[in-house]
């Protein structure tokens, strides 16, 4: 972008500046810190100019929004059309709660709905079983059967509303819940619009929620999407997530880093499956973290798009722009929030979400201030939602695309995180000798990402510890007595109803229905057919999540016996 006798002339500016100009003014005021990083310790120098991003080519590397290689963003308008989605998680107890707290969220100005379940729903349990006594409906929605989505839905017409499920192991049992439901509402399935999460490489990586083994698992996640290319084309069978790569302690690379090469691996299973990348790639979504180093996760989502770009290109043959077009929800972070003086958290999440935004996220959910101490209440559940509101109509964020492209710093930052990605990327590809998939695979089986993780977490802890990292209200400016805001709590019979009705649904459903349905299942997971259909139909005869998962643990194993978790 500049020439090389500009370049030149500017470094010699640059250290006539320093000499003369900021040496002084360092020597008599000194500075705040010895050195200055990001979140995830990424060095930042004082200033940053031209010859910071002197091999930069404005047209391959940042190019125009909506276009290859859409660093700039994916769509030609961005905001400027229409605002991200605002896609706040919700809920708790039971499916009559979590559908009061829907109807409370789209009453509010809320433009998605996202689902968040109970641990026994997550682990394919039903609520009468032995492990799941104490844990109904905690810290999600308890569904049992497609007697709880249809309550869950009540009033709702999934032909109308884009809803996300953030669930995993189990992830396929919910889907075939929603596409019954939109059967029985009469929705063609081809209208359905959401995001089931349903990303176990990252559950193997991260956040430890799993059934059966890393293999099968992943031939279960390709089932959804082979069905959904042909059942369910405006629905996401796969939400690629770092959100919890990050909250398990990754730094913004790592995150970045594993998630692609997630994302990518999905990608070759499904092509080794004889599906087209031009069928599969556009059905992926992925799932980013954003932190305070406000920089740093602008810089990381932009890096994100390109990346997946290239390498969806020039490794996969990639054809459709729809195929190279990364597109990704936000979520602000958790880690991040403090019990102590929890209103500071009401500023946390808003840099964290005006991250996103200047990221050029397509939907985003706001973390509520009170959820260090609980489940989020109402009334910080809507100033998380005002929260977003503000930055897309008052801010003006939202006016113009891509903000701070452009910016020595954000562009130097971009590709400092671009290259480092790329280096892990490619690194996991050798690790399966030319497949991401299979380097996922070892790498799960060596504890390669559970090694990086920790150590990154680590050495975070250790800067907190030491004052070098800053958390307001924790390790400075810290009160006695901090005001604790009245917060939500499940009522102690949620389990109890929750049990009822699982008790009214087996005893009014046709058990020899079930049983046949049953038996369908275990055919097709014999036979090594795409299991969707099979699911669909049990659910509708109201088998229940535990029986239809027990399927799967018979044939292939229960791992969380293999990984010593009862």
Do not use: C
């Not at 700039?72 to 998680?89: L, V």
């Not at 706001?366 to 489940?375: M, P, Q, R, Y």
């Not at 070892?442 to 150590?455: A, D, L, N, S, T």
């Amino acid at each position: 972008m500049y020439d090389e006798d500009e370049l030149a002339a500017i470094r010699e500016a640059r250290e006539e500046w320093e000499a003369e100009t900021r040496d002084p003014a360092r020597e008599r005021f000194g500075e705040r810190k010895d050195r200055f990083a990001t979140v995830s310790n990424l060095g930042v120098d004082d200033l940053y100019t031209p010859d910071d991003v002197a091999d930069l080519d404005f047209e391959s590397d940042l190019g125009f929004p909506g276009e290859f290689p859409y660093t700039r963003g994916p769509y030609p308008t961005m905001y400027r059309g229409r605002t991200w989605t605002m896609r706040q998680f919700a809920g708790f107890g039971t499916a009559e709660e979590t559908n009061e707290r829907f109807h409370f969220l789209v009453e509010n100005g809320q433009t998605g709905l996202s689902t968040a379940f109970d641990m026994p729903s997550l682990m394919g349990k039903d609520s009468d079983d032995p492990l799941s006594d104490g844990e109904v409906g905690k810290e999600g929605v308890a569904v049992d059967t497609l007697r709880d989505m249809e309550i869950l839905f009540d009033g709702i017409d999934v032909g109308e509303v884009s809803t996300s499920f953030t669930i995993n192991p189990s992830a396929p049992v919910v889907y075939a819940m929603y596409v019954a439901l939109a059967d029985r509402q009469d929705v063609p399935r081809e209208e359905i619009r959401g995001t089931l999460q349903n990303d176990m490489l990252k559950e193997f990586i991260a956040q430890k929620e799993w059934v059966i083994p890393p293999g099968p698992s992943l031939e279960l996640v390709t089932d959804t999407v082979e069905f959904a290319a042909e059942e369910t084309p405006k629905f996401h069978p796969i939400s690629v997530s770092g959100y919890h790569i990050r909250e398990a302690g990754s730094t913004a690379v790592q995150e970045l880093a594993f998630t692609l090469a997630d994302g990518f691996a999905y990608v070759e299973d499904a092509l080794e499956r004889g599906m087209d990348v031009d069928e599969v790639a556009p059905l992926l979504s992925f799932f980013f973290n954003s932190h305070n180093s406000i920089f740093e996760e602008v810089a990381k989502f932009r890096a994100a798009r390109r990346i997946y770009a290239r390498v969806m290109d020039e490794w996969y043959d990639a054809e459709r722009d729809e195929s190279k077009r990364l597109k990704f929800h936000t979520q602000t972070a958790g880690q991040s929030l403090t019990a102590q003086q929890p209103l500071n958290n009401v500023v946390r999440v808003t840099i964290q979400a005006l991250a996103g935004v200047l990221g050029g996220t397509q939907s985003l959910h706001t973390n509520s201030f009170d959820e260090a101490l609980a489940l989020p209440g109402e009334e910080a559940v809507r100033v998380a939602l005002r929260t977003q509101q503000i930055i897309a109509e008052e801010s003006g964020a939202a006016d113009v695309i891509d903000p701070l492209g452009g910016s020595f710093f954000v562009e130097s930052l971009t590709d400092e995180v671009e290259e480092e990605a790329m280096a892990y990327i490619e690194e996991i590809r050798e690790m399966g000798e030319g497949s991401v998939r299979d380097g996922v695979l070892v790498g799960i089986e060596q504890g390669y990402f559970h090694r990086e993780i920790q150590g990154a977490s680590y050495e975070y802890q250790e800067r907190v510890e030491e004052g070098e990292e800053i958390v307001v209200g924790v390790n400075k400016y810290a009160s006695e007595g901090d005001s604790r805001p009245d917060i939500l709590t499940v009522d102690e019979d949620t389990q109890e109803r929750q049990l009822a009705r699982l008790a009214e649904v087996k005893e009014e459903r046709d058990d020899d229905a079930v049983e046949a349905a049953l038996d369908d299942v275990r055919a097709a997971v014999e036979a090594g057919e795409n299991v969707m259909p099979s699911l669909v139909e049990a659910v509708k005869a109201y088998a229940t999540m535990g029986e239809i998962m027990d399927v799967f643990e018979a044939k292939h194993g229960s791992y969380r016996e293999t990984a010593g978790v009862v």
